[in-house]
């Protein structure tokens, strides 16, 4: 499932202690649009952040910023052309979060 706008190397927040890890997994994923929009990035590969607030009934702001949240937990990964942002699931830490919750 990797994408070009994805690095392979799981990221450093990501890297941490076990249950800080599920922490900040669980807390990234704690907004039903954040579940949604990992769902369909999932499905999709990867997808510029448009037509990702064209799946939402949200302005582009708020799904930008819960992008940047996603992000910053490691979950999601971007790349910026221009005024294009190509966003994508960062593969290994979907692994990682099946295994967090698989170990539970």
Not at 16 to 36: F, Q, S
Request: aromatic fraction near 2%.
């Amino acid at each position: 499932m990797a994408t070009k706008c994805c690095e392979p190397a799981l990221p450093k927040i990501l890297r941490g202690e076990v249950d800080e890890v599920l922490a900040t997994v669980c807390k990234a994923l704690g907004h039903p649009v954040r579940v949604r929009l990992l769902r369909i990035l999932i499905q999709k590969g990867e997808c510029i952040s448009g037509d990702l607030a064209g799946e939402f009934d949200h302005a582009q702001s708020t799904i930008s910023e819960h992008l940047r949240l996603l992000k910053e937990a490691g979950l999601v990964q971007g790349t910026i052309d221009g005024q294009r942002r190509c966003y994508c699931v960062h593969p290994a830490a979907l692994r990682l979060i099946k295994d967090l919750v698989a170990n539970l």
